[in-house]
């Protein structure tokens, strides 16, 4: 079963409608919620355990004029998620199950990296059977593994963000006046940052400790010895990658690839990937391989 409020068409579907419609699902017992506008479709697993706008699972937007949204083929993929023949088959449940919990212990790890409890550290140190392990070479082991100390470059913007970065889950990298993580995750669906997670782990594992991630007004940009070969832009229901790759020169490119040499685009690079689901990550991370050894 899914609860759908339905609001006048081009109403800003407001912190207070998300609040509402959640609580009454909540109430009534029913996993799954949707706000929509007729344009904007949000829908929420109001069984988590979050401040209502946190659990959003992804949002679709079929407004025409919405240049960052996802190809039409998408969007029509995702609305089919809530449909009743999918809703039966439980693929909101599988599917929000994973994501949900993903992000949970996703931020469970980062806490414990950024400061290991000790009863952590002998465990470690015991399943090495390597007695000389120092706690601290563990520390920093663990950090390295990570990805924690790559460098993260932000870029100054012209008058400093307003709102504190606030938000569970981005992990700390506040910088004031700056652009940041926050910036571009603050608000976005939960699919949408776990596809981006899967996306940055990838990045950071190809060279580790040497990828910079550049926070820039509109994308993040990964850059290894300067030379950046993956940006992107967080959209409401995924991503959009931009990659330093020849269209002309791919093999059986996927579908959710374009040519954009001769089009305007945020990022660099020629060619364009819109990521709206988990089952495009494995094509899309060859591809950003490629860029990453072009760029090498």
């Known amino acids: 079963m899914v609860l759908v409020e339905a609001k006048p068409l081009n109403d800003p579907l407001t912190v207070k409608d998300v609040t509402q419609v959640v609580g009454y699902a909540s109430n009534d017992g029913i996993v799954w919620c949707i706000l929509t506008n007729g344009i904007s479709w949000q829908v929420y697993r109001s069984t988590e355990q979050c401040p209502a706008p946190e659990k959003l699972m992804f949002e679709v937007s079929l407004d025409p004029g919405d240049r960052e949204g996802l190809p039409i083929d998408q969007l029509v ?15 909101l449940d599988a599917l929000g199950e994973q994501t949900f919990t993903d ?5 469970a790890l980062d806490t414990i990296l950024q400061d290991p409890p000790r009863q952590f550290l002998n465990l470690i140190k015991k399943v090495t059977y390597d007695s000389t392990l120092s706690p601290q070479q563990i520390r920093d082991s663990l950090r390295r593994i990570a990805g924690r100390t790559r460098t993260v470059i932000p870029l100054p913007i012209a008058k400093p963000i307003s ?10 990298r506040k910088t004031s006046g700056l652009y940041n993580e926050g910036h571009h995750l603050e608000g976005k669906s939960q699919q949408a940052v776990a596809l981006y997670r899967a996306i940055e782990r990838f ?38 990658v931009w990659l330093k790759l020849k269209y002309s020169r791919l093999d059986n490119p996927p579908p959710f690839v374009r040519d954009v040499s001769q089009v305007g685009h945020w990022g660099s690079g020629d060619l364009e990937l819109d990521i709206g689901d988990f089952g495009q990550i494995e094509e899309a991370t060859r591809l950003i391989q490629q860029s990453f050894e072009a760029s090498a």
Do not use: D
């Not at 709102?163 to 700390?172: F, Y």
């Open 77 to 91: 993929e995702q609305m089919w998620r809530f449909s009743r023949e999918e809703v039966a088959k439980g693929t």
């Open 103 to 107: 992000g949970k212990v996703q931020k």
């Open 163 to 172: 709102r504190p970065v606030s938000r569970p889950g981005l992990r700390g």
């Open 203 to 240: 990045c950071l594992s190809l060279r580790p400790n040497e990828i910079s991630q550049q926070y820039q007004a509109k994308y993040i940009t990964f850059a290894h010895a300067s030379r950046g070969f993956c940006s992107i832009h967080v959209l409401k229901g995924g991503l959009r």
